[in-house]
């Protein structure tokens, strides 16, 4: 399967079509008229699903390599990161994975891709979809005035931070899926 299909694939998987079925070119066609922010929330509800899949597995499903980052990492997280192609509507990753192997904790992190022409998720978006957030965190002044502002969403597997931009269009900057400490 060619890379840039991948996220094509990923969002068909989530609605029950196979990859390589007769419904995947019907899919194809279905994608051009989906809504943006129902495509970026699907692949993140579907990384979500699968963040304690083992490293090579995500990575296949993700379609990006994953590559330990040894400064980054410590004696409680081994940090891996990896940066997605450029047709896609997330520009880096980075899975934070525990040293000790019988914690089932973590994080990931997902950074959007920021300029013109890129698909834009608005905090309304977010709310559809997750409910109402049990927080919202604003930055400290000393963040500047660029920092963005935190929605943090409750989930049966943990908590899904979206940190909107603050200024011109309030699009979703990144996400952090957080699972139990």
């Known amino acids: 399967m060619r890379r840039g299909r991948t996220f094509c694939v990923l969002v068909a998987l989530m609605s029950g079509v196979a990859a390589g079925s007769a419904g995947e070119a019907a899919w194809v066609e279905k994608r051009a008229t989906m809504a943006n922010a129902e495509r970026i929330l699907s692949a993140i509800d579907f990384l979500s699903s699968h963040r304690d899949d083992p490293l090579e597995e995500l990575a296949s499903r993700i379609g990006t390599r994953l590559q330990r980052d040894q400064a980054a990492s410590n004696d409680v997280f081994a940090v891996y990161k990896g940066v997605f192609s450029a ?95």
């Not at 978006?125 to 109402?132: C, L, P, S």
């Not at 957030?133 to 963005?148: F, L, S």
């Open 87 to 181: 047709d896609m509507p997330f520009a880096r990753i980075e899975l934070r994975k525990p040293i000790d192997v019988t914690k089932r904790t973590g994080f990931i992190i997902l950074d959007l891709r920021k300029g013109k022409n890129v698909e834009c998720v608005v905090v309304r978006d977010a709310i559809t979809r997750y409910g109402q957030p049990v927080n919202v965190e604003v930055p400290k002044p000393e963040q500047g005035d660029d920092a963005p502002i935190s929605w943090i969403f409750h989930r049966p597997w943990g908590e899904l931070w979206m940190a909107f931009a603050r200024g011109g269009e309030p699009c979703l900057a990144s996400v952090s899926i957080r699972w139990p400490q």
